[in-house]
């Protein structure tokens, strides 16, 4: 098992940024993958980042390519996804998530999740 919470979301500007984390405990986080993904109101969730279990690999979506990044800390069993130039049509609820496999684009391939963290754009 393995527990994960997201903290970082809030209200900003458009053209701001922020920085989501995500920490992990249970089982050994070097062990899986992570990844994030956002769900807006009668939106179906959407592939944001993620990032294999040494940080060497990382994945986007093509709508956030070039503004945000995602990284890893596995000492301190935490990843991130740092949020640039942000746009209204990012605002959604965040949710980091673990699989124990490779890191992929597909939510189902993803065996944990957090309970979701809102980030809010305004124009």
């Known amino acids: 098992q393995v527990q994960l919470v997201e903290s970082g979301g809030g209200l900003v500007q458009a053209g701001g940024s922020l920085r989501l984390s995500c920490a992990a405990s249970?089982?050994?986080?070097?062990?899986?993958?992570m990844g994030w993904f956002r769900q807006a109101p009668g939106k179906e969730r959407e592939f944001v980042a993620a990032i294999n279990w040494s940080g060497g690999t990382t994945y986007y979506g093509n709508s956030v390519k070039g503004r945000f990044t995602i990284s890893r800390d596995n000492p301190k069993n935490t990843v991130y996804l740092q949020m640039t130039s942000l746009k209204p049509e990012d605002t959604a609820v965040y949710y980091c998530?673990?699989?124990?496999?490779?890191?992929?684009?597909?939510?189902?391939?993803?065996?944990?999740w957090g309970q979701g963290t809102q980030v809010t754009v305004s124009s």
């Open positions: 998530s673990a699989n124990l496999g490779r890191a992929t684009q597909n939510a189902y391939d993803y065996d944990y």
């Open positions: 249970g089982r050994t986080f070097t062990y899986y993958a």
